[in-house]
């Protein structure tokens, strides 16, 4: 059965299973690609089953409960067993080193009194910890598969809530997107057609499960359009970004993709061999992050002498609060605002981006025009119920009024349209003031560690930071942790000079501090208001 005719997730795991229980569906790969585990549709079917009535028996349905995985096999199964169950999956990320705070805000924020895990993970957890959170630990990879004849349909709907997404948090706290089976239903056939997948492809994925891209692009949608996929760690992808491009290489991958730091990695790290071969790569999607004009450039001028063709890059739009995909273009073409010698990708076309509005974000009316930077409004079945016991935010972001239609989600981010395209600006909140100009950080940032990258920064964060009543701008730049650190001290000149002649003013302050200094949110992101509270108290001198 087509996933369009479906109308919840439960239903798509019974009809895959049903379908071709044999078929392979995600093949999780060790660091030197080989397949270490294997999913068929059937065998994910009944260890999922075997999950959820395990889950079912603890009268879990309805009920939020914490994946808490390292990536790979026991996430899947995890989360395809709470959604059997009936319950409320909230996936989150394994912590680095013994840091679990952002977890038990996760937990108190979800309400969630169960987590899923496995022992490998559970015996490091500290005991005082989950009795302080009132927790029980669920080791999944202990439940027998045997369990999956005890399953019984849960009953549900398809405005049943199926998880929780924890936004990224690069501008404020963490919050919790609740996405209902028609959310995730919706926004998979709108990925399908938009990117055209069909049972023939064969998706690589290195993403991770807990992030929204990593969740519905390479975990639900294999799943929804039928195709096989092969599974990367995050970590080995990152630690050798080669192993991308040589899974991509030996099984064939039509589709893959990342954020644009991902090609910026590959441009720079990956060296070109006659082992290398992406002829068969269809669909190269880029999101999560601002799309640089000049990586995507320099990404297919590399790759295209081993097969990659320029017109499988696929510039994408999303965020959490609209389940992930809100629209996408191969047309990715640059384009700069008057007066500015700044460029900007293309990221969906005017006629295919159903929903999407330009928004004067004072009046609450329609920019009407090319050229003229607006907020984008997005209103579909793809649009979360709101955030977890969050109502008056949910009211004041997802409940929005446009030329008399309720329901439009205010997304914070700004772009304009030029000739039937939508082009992503930057996030309203990072939209810096200065002597009368808008500026965007992302800007600054982006063209920053393009001058500066051999310098010995590796990333850079625009600031608008209040001093002593008045506005100050300040640039953090974040040594890569290979040059000289005076090297990189001594390049403070050079970025002063930059910014002042490329942007016209000079900064306030630019500091440099160490490697992996800066704040991120679990998708590489900045957190800017932790960066500034940091930089306020000292922490950056």
């Known amino acids: 059965m087509d996933g369009a005719e479906l109308n919840d997730l439960v239903s798509l795991c019974e009809s895959r299973a049903s379908d071709g229980a044999d078929c392979p569906l995600y093949s999780i790969l060790d660091r030197a690609n080989n397949v270490r585990e294997l999913f068929s549709f059937g065998s994910l079917y009944t260890r999922a089953r075997a999950i959820g009535a395990v889950l079912q028996a603890m009268d879990l349905q309805n009920i939020p409960v914490i994946l808490w995985y390292p990536h790979g096999a026991s996430f899947i199964e995890s989360f395809y067993g709470s959604v059997l169950a009936g319950a409320i999956a909230v996936p989150f990320a394994k912590p680095r080193g013994s840091d679990y705070q952002a977890l038990a805000r996760a937990i108190v924020a979800s309400g969630a009194r169960t987590l899923l895990t496995v022992d490998a993970l559970a015996k490091h957890l500290p005991t005082e910890f989950y009795k302080a959170n009132n927790l029980t630990i669920v080791l999944t990879d202990a439940i027998d598969s045997a369990n999956a004849s005890s399953w019984r349909r849960p009953e549900i709907t398809p405005e049943s809530i199926a998880f929780i997404q924890f936004t990224s948090g690069s501008t404020s706290h963490p919050k919790g997107v609740v996405v209902t089976h028609s959310n995730v239903m919706h926004n998979s056939e709108s990925i399908r057609r938009n990117l055209g997948l069909s049972r023939g492809d064969i998706s690589v994925g290195w993403l991770p499960f807990y992030h929204d891209m990593g969740l519905i692009g390479h975990l639900i949608q294999p799943l929804y359009t039928g195709i096989h996929n092969y599974v990367i760690s995050p970590l080995a992808f990152v630690s050798s970004p080669a192993r991308w491009l040589d899974a991509m290489t030996r099984y064939k991958g039509t589709i893959s993709g990342g954020p644009n730091f991902a090609y910026d990695l590959c441009c720079s790290k990956v060296l070109l061999t006659d082992d290398v071969d992406l002829s068969a790569w269809r669909v190269a999607y880029c999101g999560s992050e601002t799309i640089s004009v000049k990586t995507v450039t320099a990404f297919t001028e590399k790759f295209s002498k081993v097969g990659f063709r320029k017109a499988a890059f696929h510039a994408c739009y999303g965020l959490a609060e609209s389940t992930l995909f809100v629209c996408g273009t191969s047309e990715w073409r640059p384009q700069s605002l008057p007066g500015s010698s700044r460029t900007y990708c293309r990221i969906g076309d005017r006629e295919s981006a159903h929903g999407v509005v330009l928004v004067d974000p004072l009046t609450g009316s329609a920019v009407e025009g090319d050229m003229i930077v607006g907020e984008i409004w997005t209103r579909s079945k793809s649009v979360a119920l709101g955030y977890f016991a969050e109502p008056r ?149």
């Open 393 to 541: 935010m949910t009211l004041e972001v997802f409940c929005n009024l446009f030329e008399g239609r309720k329901g439009y989600l205010r997304t914070g981010d700004l772009g304009f349209y030029c000739e039937g395209g939508l082009y992503f600006v930057g996030r309203q909140k990072n939209l810096l003031k200065i002597r009368g100009k808008s500026l965007y950080a992302e800007d600054i940032e982006l063209h920053v560690c393009e001058l500066a990258r051999q310098l010995g920064i590796g990333r850079c964060a625009a600031l608008s930071v209040t001093i002593e009543v008045e506005e100050a701008t300040v640039l953090l730049l974040e040594h890569d942790g290979k040059s000289p650190m005076s090297k990189t001290r001594d390049s403070v000149s050079q970025v002063r000079s930059f910014v002042c002649s490329e942007f016209g003013f000079v900064p306030t302050t630019i500091r440099v501090v160490g490697k992996d200094v800066l704040p991120l949110t679990t998708s590489g992101k900045l957190r800017r208001n932790e960066c500034i509270e940091r930089f306020t108290s000292g922490e950056y001198n």
